[in-house]
């Protein structure tokens, strides 16, 4: 059981608009550690798709826009496309945890 | 364009130690303010944090595997390894080495390709 909790799954068609959340606690996002995501397509490393909750890498779509609130965060995707589909990741810190990296289960992107 | 790779065995013996190599090009480990690190993802799993590096070989482990890793670097070559004793079936996995900045809480924003390890008799 991860640290971060996302939700397996998430389902979408072409077009629309998808979100991911990823929810800590007061010991990680809540202590105001930031959140960063990752997209992985199947048989790749992951690639760093939003850094520093809400910052995209040169080269990342706008479509894909991050935000964090509390002890929670989420990744939104608009216009939604098949090349999308994909596992998201979250990762943040735990001070608990002598700040070491958690990372979230991962969701699964299904595009419709 | 900084590149990582590793390289290592694909099949490890239970109870052998695992030992993978990550090879940095298009940056000096030991001129940059970041860590390097290993992190892995067993099929069809999540991914796992196994710890990091510094260029002056501070090291930081994930407290679970704690007992059992050993991550060091060699500037001469530009190079960081990973080593983990004692493994089961439960470590096969795709270990990743990836690199972070040493400021806070920052990501990990290049990582090499992945190799899979495999523990098996």
């Known amino acids: 059981q991860s640290v971060l909790t996302q939700p397996p799954s998430v389902s979408g068609a072409p077009g629309q608009r998808v979100t991911i959340s990823c929810t800590g606690s007061?010991?990680?996002?809540?202590?105001?550690?930031?959140v960063h995501w990752y997209q992985q397509l199947p048989g790749t490393a992951p690639k760093l798709l939003v850094y520093g909750n809400n910052n995209r890498p040169s080269g990342v779509p706008d479509r894909f826009s991050g935000s964090k609130s509390g002890p929670s965060a989420s990744l939104a995707i608009t216009g939604l496309q098949a090349e999308d589909e994909a596992d998201y990741y979250c990762?943040?810190?735990?001070?608990?945890?002598?700040?070491?990296?958690?990372f979230g289960g991962g969701t699964k992107l299904t595009v419709l | 364009q900084l590149q990582l790779q590793e390289s290592g065995p694909g099949l490890v013996k239970p109870s052998e130690t695992l030992s993978l190599t990550c090879t940095v090009s298009g940056d000096s480990i030991s001129s940059s303010p970041y860590y390097w690190g290993w992190i892995r993802q067993p099929p069809g799993k999540e991914l796992e944090w196994i710890g990091i590096?510094?260029?002056?070989?501070?090291?930081y482990y994930n407290p679970s595997l704690k007992s059992r890793v050993t991550i060091s670097v060699d500037t001469s070559k530009n190079q960081f390894s990973l080593r983990l004793a004692s493994v089961t079936a439960a470590d096969t996995a795709v270990y990743y080495c990836?690199?972070?900045?040493?400021?806070?809480?920052?990501?990990?924003?290049?990582w090499g390709q992945g190799t899979l390890v495999t523990v098996s008799s």
């Open positions: 007061s010991s990680n996002i809540g202590a105001g550690y930031d």
């Open positions: 990836a690199r972070r900045h040493r400021r806070g809480s920052s990501p990990f924003d290049y």
């Open positions: 590096v510094s260029y002056s070989g501070s090291t």
């Open positions: 990762q943040s810190y735990d001070s608990s945890l002598s700040g070491y990296a958690l």
